[in-house]
Nanobody
Framework: QVQLVESGGGLVQAGGSLELSCEAS????????QGWYRQGPGTQRELVAT???????DYADSVKGRFTISRDNALNTVYLQMNSLKPEDTAVYYC??????????????WGQGTQVTVSS
Protein backbone atom coordinates (compact mmCIF):
# COMPACT_ATOMS: atom_id res chain seq x y z
CA GLN A 1 0.00 0.00 0.00
CA VAL A 2 2.55 2.57 1.17
CA GLN A 3 6.33 2.40 1.15
CA LEU A 4 8.82 4.67 2.91
CA VAL A 5 12.33 4.94 1.52
CA GLU A 6 15.01 6.72 3.51
CA SER A 7 18.29 8.17 2.39
CA GLY A 8 21.05 10.39 3.69
CA GLY A 9 22.68 8.49 6.53
CA GLY A 10 26.40 8.09 6.86
CA LEU A 11 29.51 8.78 8.90
CA VAL A 12 30.26 12.27 10.14
CA GLN A 13 32.56 13.84 12.69
CA ALA A 14 31.21 15.39 15.85
CA GLY A 15 29.96 18.89 15.16
CA GLY A 16 29.09 18.03 11.59
CA SER A 17 25.77 17.89 9.80
CA LEU A 18 23.67 15.39 7.90
CA GLU A 19 20.27 15.55 6.25
CA LEU A 20 17.97 12.56 6.11
CA SER A 21 15.16 12.22 3.61
CA CYS A 22 12.15 9.90 3.56
CA GLU A 23 9.94 9.61 0.53
CA ALA A 24 6.53 7.99 0.75
CA SER A 25 5.07 6.27 -2.28
CA UNK A 26 2.09 4.12 -3.09
CA UNK A 27 -1.55 4.67 -2.31
CA UNK A 28 -1.52 7.94 -0.37
CA UNK A 29 -4.90 9.52 0.24
CA UNK A 30 -3.91 11.75 3.14
CA UNK A 31 -0.96 11.96 5.51
CA UNK A 32 -1.77 12.33 9.20
CA UNK A 33 1.72 12.63 10.60
CA GLN A 34 5.34 11.96 9.77
CA GLY A 35 8.31 11.59 11.97
CA TRP A 36 11.74 10.26 12.74
CA TYR A 37 12.74 7.77 15.39
CA ARG A 38 16.12 6.32 16.26
CA GLN A 39 17.55 3.28 17.95
CA GLY A 40 21.06 3.30 19.28
CA PRO A 41 23.12 0.27 20.26
CA GLY A 42 21.47 -1.51 23.16
CA THR A 43 18.68 1.05 23.46
CA GLN A 44 15.00 1.17 22.69
CA ARG A 45 13.64 3.03 19.70
CA GLU A 46 12.93 6.63 20.65
CA LEU A 47 11.15 9.54 19.07
CA VAL A 48 13.36 12.20 17.52
CA ALA A 49 10.91 14.55 15.81
CA THR A 50 7.39 14.56 14.43
CA UNK A 51 5.29 16.84 12.26
CA UNK A 52 1.55 16.48 11.85
CA UNK A 53 -0.78 17.45 9.04
CA UNK A 54 -1.39 20.84 10.59
CA UNK A 55 2.30 21.56 10.80
CA UNK A 56 2.70 21.10 14.55
CA UNK A 57 6.21 19.92 15.38
CA ASP A 58 7.61 18.10 18.37
CA TYR A 59 11.22 17.30 19.18
CA ALA A 60 12.96 15.13 21.72
CA ASP A 61 14.67 17.31 24.31
CA SER A 62 18.02 15.85 23.33
CA VAL A 63 17.82 17.26 19.79
CA LYS A 64 16.05 20.58 20.31
CA GLY A 65 17.98 23.43 18.76
CA ARG A 66 20.12 21.06 16.69
CA PHE A 67 17.69 19.08 14.51
CA THR A 68 14.99 20.42 12.21
CA ILE A 69 12.15 18.41 10.71
CA SER A 70 10.46 19.65 7.55
CA ARG A 71 8.40 18.28 4.70
CA ASP A 72 7.56 18.78 1.07
CA ASN A 73 3.96 17.74 0.59
CA ALA A 74 4.22 17.82 -3.19
CA LEU A 75 7.03 15.25 -3.04
CA ASN A 76 5.55 13.26 -0.14
CA THR A 77 8.93 13.67 1.51
CA VAL A 78 9.93 14.46 5.07
CA TYR A 79 13.41 15.66 5.99
CA LEU A 80 15.53 15.73 9.11
CA GLN A 81 18.33 18.27 9.12
CA MET A 82 20.79 17.34 11.83
CA ASN A 83 23.38 19.90 12.90
CA SER A 84 25.98 19.95 15.67
CA LEU A 85 25.94 16.18 15.73
CA LYS A 86 27.25 14.39 18.81
CA PRO A 87 28.55 10.84 19.24
CA GLU A 88 25.43 10.05 21.26
CA ASP A 89 23.35 10.75 18.13
CA THR A 90 24.78 7.56 16.64
CA ALA A 91 21.86 5.29 15.83
CA VAL A 92 19.75 3.76 13.12
CA TYR A 93 17.22 6.38 12.14
CA TYR A 94 13.76 5.28 11.05
CA CYS A 95 11.17 7.24 9.17
CA UNK A 96 7.58 6.82 10.36
CA UNK A 97 4.29 7.90 8.84
CA UNK A 98 0.61 7.52 9.53
CA UNK A 99 -1.16 7.65 6.21
CA UNK A 100 -4.70 7.17 4.99
CA UNK A 101 -4.50 4.93 1.94
CA UNK A 102 -8.22 5.34 1.29
CA UNK A 103 -10.91 7.67 2.60
CA UNK A 104 -11.52 5.61 5.75
CA UNK A 105 -8.51 3.33 6.17
CA UNK A 106 -5.09 4.22 7.47
CA UNK A 107 -1.91 2.50 8.47
CA UNK A 108 1.33 3.19 10.28
CA UNK A 109 4.43 2.66 8.18
CA TRP A 110 8.16 2.44 8.83
CA GLY A 111 11.17 2.91 6.63
CA GLN A 112 13.98 0.41 6.47
CA GLY A 113 16.28 2.50 8.63
CA THR A 114 19.44 4.40 7.82
CA GLN A 115 22.61 4.33 9.89
CA VAL A 116 24.01 7.56 11.28
CA THR A 117 27.42 7.32 12.91
CA VAL A 118 29.04 10.30 14.61
CA SER A 119 32.71 9.94 15.43
CA SER A 120 34.35 11.83 18.26
Amino acid sequence: QVQLVESGGGLVQAGGSLELSCEASGSIFRTVAQGWYRQGPGTQRELVATINAGGAIDYADSVKGRFTISRDNALNTVYLQMNSLKPEDTAVYYCNARIYYSQYSWGEYWGQGTQVTVSS
